[in-house]
């Protein structure tokens, strides 16, 4: 469209105005209050097509790449159009219908305003076009909406100004004329640039251009910000220090990100008096390249990252701090599906299509993965898996349909379970995202940074990366042993190390890493704390590695059923020191004091089987034939009323407690032999009302602590004792426990005759 049609537009509002009325004020308030409803009238036009293009961005999120290629190809057509390079005839004709006459009063210039917009001059020209483009392939309504408002600002911008200076600004846009091919060359040069930026991926780089304003990070919701912090921001003239970078792994995208920690940048400024710069990484990979070769000063990693970047760059990274909140310095993955997909557990998503993020991610890949495996499913489980990158496009991807399950940190998940996403299954907590730096970076910097983070509780800033955080806490290297260990597990990758004098305990896998870790760990600590030595887990990854482990004399001591025990104690020397009481939740209808546990056989609601006598010639899932809940008491149950479980029935070693709930679930075995405590423990993966407990074993002596093989006889003895005198009811209530009692060779005698 010409500049003389826009005016031609504009006078038809006005011109009207000023025939029928010479009061220089009252034409002057005419001709303003009619253009405000002309630029309103085009507004809502251009607005909506930024929003509705963000929304079928929003379905085509899964093409984000194909529309980011395409479109950068157009927009660099459109800058060689703008530029006079080439030349199109379609691109610079006016489309438009007129409207009869304008309808009276400020409707009808309103009126006229839509049809200005609706006349598609704007719609097929390249610097709407552009502007389009980008919206939809961000994804978010209100993204398009804040690109589309500033574009209606622009245009409005000349209208109201030529309304409060009609004369002098039509005798001015005159003058101006002679500089516009000047103007439509560098527009078309920039238009060319940005279509190089779109099409490369490399857009997010104008932000090392703009970090103080933010540009190209408006994607993503609005997040609460500290508003004492947005009025601080860095001048390059208020401090003479040089900055530093701080990175960001891309969990939502660049811009979300960005717009996430500006509020901490702005605290760091104002705290360190020095500016800081944010740098969305591309991906992890860089991330962790970033920080383990010195290209970043800090970074916000997720655990398994930290991980990665402590086993590439031993030595050139430290912990600073991680996040904390409610539940300490700890977060949560989820499964998620959508809310009316009639999927109610973990365990229904056998053959379904999931969605991953990035394979360096904990939350949306490493800790899904050893949820999925607690409920017996495996990767190739699945009809097909897909890896989407950013936890945003999960959640999306799962609300669209195109994936039935999703995989990602709970924090991210909550923000789409308004829109119909339904969580299924939460993780048990795991260690938080954590601010590490590089070696590069002076002490006293890293010490300055772990004191103003460490201040920093209860602020907006904190809010504004994770509504979740309430604040830091100093961070350790041990901290995120647990993640070594599922990396361990799954990948096959060895990061675990143990100094040459820490003191080893390795703990029986009868649960996930996750929950071992979560129960014991702290028990860890208070013993390193008063004996002065460094205690740490072992967790093996199956009841055989344990007794290997154990019997290989690597650890200095172990805690497992009292079955294995005698086994271990056949072959090498072990010495119990004390029992659990009160071990684990106890199952629903038992009576135990505390001092035992018991094993149980369960069916599916709905089986034939009444009776124990039905079990003959019937398919038995087992947790292991050394599982003294999971086999061995119901052996010596069933002994005592004529079965035995050798000849008489199927025996299928299922490995893990939960594979054999989770089997009888699904109908894959007639019953199961498990631990009581292990039906209150998965009661959140399966329905407990399609299980029977068909019954229940006598009481067997509960788990023991034991010293292995050469160790320091004073330190044996000063950890019985600490055990013994154990009251600390935060450590009991992590291991399920009430105490520790005193035990002795005797009372294991009864399982060493099997």
Not at 377 to 385: G, I, M, Q, T
């Amino acid at each position: 469209m010409t500049s003389r049609s826009h005016w031609r537009s504009l006078q038809v509002c006005c011109l009207s105005c000023l025939k029928s009325r010479a009061d220089k004020k009252r034409i002057r308030f005419l001709t303003i209050t009619n253009s405000l409803a002309f630029i309103s009238g085009f507004s809502l036009i251009f607005i909506a097509l930024g929003a509705s293009s963000s929304v079928a961005g929003k379905f085509l999120f899964e093409y984000q790449d194909w529309i980011r290629i395409i479109g950068g190809i157009l927009v660099i057509f459109f800058g060689l159009f703008v530029s006079g390079i080439i030349r199109l005839d379609f691109l610079s004709r006016e489309k438009k219908f007129h409207l009869s006459g304008k309808p009276a009063g400020y409707i009808g210039t309103f009126f006229v305003g839509m049809t200005f917009a609706a006349a598609w001059t704007p719609c097929i020209g390249p610097i709407l076009g552009t502007i389009l483009v980008y919206a939809s392939s961000k994804g978010s309504a209100a993204y398009g909406f804040k690109l589309l408002s500033v574009y209606s600002l622009g245009l409005a911008l000349p209208f109201f100004l030529s309304s409060l200076m009609f004369n002098s600004f039509l005798s001015y846009s005159v003058k101006i004329r002679k500089y516009m091919r000047v103007i439509m060359i560098a527009s078309g040069l920039l238009l060319i640039v940005f279509g190089i930026l779109l099409l490369t991926n490399n857009v997010r780089q104008l932000t090392s251009f703009f970090p103080d304003m933010g540009m190209f990070a408006c994607s993503g919701d609005d997040t609460a910000r500290d508003d004492k912090h947005k009025q601080q921001k860095y001048s390059p003239s208020k401090y003479a220090s040089p900055p530093l970078v701080l990175s960001v792994l891309p969990v939502e995208s660049a811009g979300a990100m960005y717009e996430r920690f500006l509020p901490l940048k702005y605290y760091l400024e104002n705290q360190l008096k020095r500016p800081v710069i944010i740098k969305v990484a591309k991906d992890y990979e860089s991330a962790v390249r970033g920080i383990g070769e010195g290209v970043v000063h800090l970074a916000f990693l997720d655990p398994a990252a930290y991980c990665e970047v402590m086993a590439q760059y031993k030595n050139r990274v430290v912990p600073l701090v991680r996040s904390m909140g409610k539940e300490g310095a700890t977060s949560r993955s989820v499964l998620v599906v959508k809310d009316n997909s009639g999927i109610e557990k973990a365990a229904d998503v056998k053959g379904k299509r999931l969605a991953l993020g990035n394979k360096q991610s904990s939350f949306s890949y490493l800790i899904p993965l050893a949820m999925l495996n607690d409920v017996g499913l495996r990767v190739n489980d699945f009809a097909s898996v897909d890896f989407l990158e950013q936890e945003d496009r999960v959640a999306l991807s799962v609300l669209i349909g195109d994936h039935e399950v999703g995989a990602l940190s709970e924090s991210v998940a909550r923000k789409y379970t308004g829109d119909g996403l339904k969580i299924i299954k939460t993780s048990e907590a795991i260690p938080s995202f954590v601010l590490c730096a590089s070696n590069i970076l002076p002490q006293e910097i890293k010490t300055a940074v772990v004191k103003v983070l460490g201040s920093l509780q209860g602020r907006g800033t904190i809010s504004a990366i994770d509504s979740d955080i309430e604040g830091f806490a100093a961070a350790e290297d041990r901290d995120f042993d647990v993640i070594r260990v599922m990396i361990k597990n799954l990948t096959g990758k060895d990061y675990i190390e143990y100094r040459p004098k820490t003191i080893k305990v390795a703990v029986l896998p009868l649960y996930s890493a996750i929950t071992i870790y979560n129960r014991y760990d702290p028990l860890m600590r208070y013993l390193s704390q008063k004996t002065g030595y460094e205690f740490k887990l072992v967790i093996p990854k199956d009841f055989e590695d344990f007794m290997r482990v154990v019997k290989s004399g690597k650890v200095d001591f172990s805690y497992q059923n009292p079955y294995i025990f005698a086994l271990i104690d056949r072959e090498v020397d072990i010495k119990p020191l004390v029992t659990t009481i009160g071990e684990d939740s106890p199952s629903e209808g038992s009576k135990d004091n505390g001092d035992s546990y018991r094993g149980v056989i369960i069916t599916r609601q709905d089986s034939a089987i009444r009776n124990i006598s039905g079990l003959r010639n019937k398919k038995i899932l087992i947790t292991s034939p050394m599982s003294a809940g999971g086999y061995l008491s119901q052996r010596l149950f069933l002994m005592k009323a004529g079965i035995d479980t050798e000849k008489d029935m199927k025996i299928i070693d299922a490995k893990r407690q939960e594979n054999v709930i989770l089997g009888v679930y699904r109908g894959e075995a007639d019953a199961g032999f498990v631990r009581g405590s292990a039906l209150v423990v998965w009661k959140d993966a399966v329905d407990m009302k399609k299980i029977r407990v068909l019954a229940r074993t006598t009481p067997i002596p509960n788990w023991p602590f034991a010293a292995c093989g050469k160790s320091n006889p004073s330190l044996v003895g000063e950890v019985k004792r600490l055990l013994i005198d154990l009251k600390d009811e935060a450590i009991l209530q992590a291991a399920r426990i009430k105490g520790f009692k005193a035990a002795g060779d005797a009372d294991f005698e009864v399982f060493r005759q099997y």
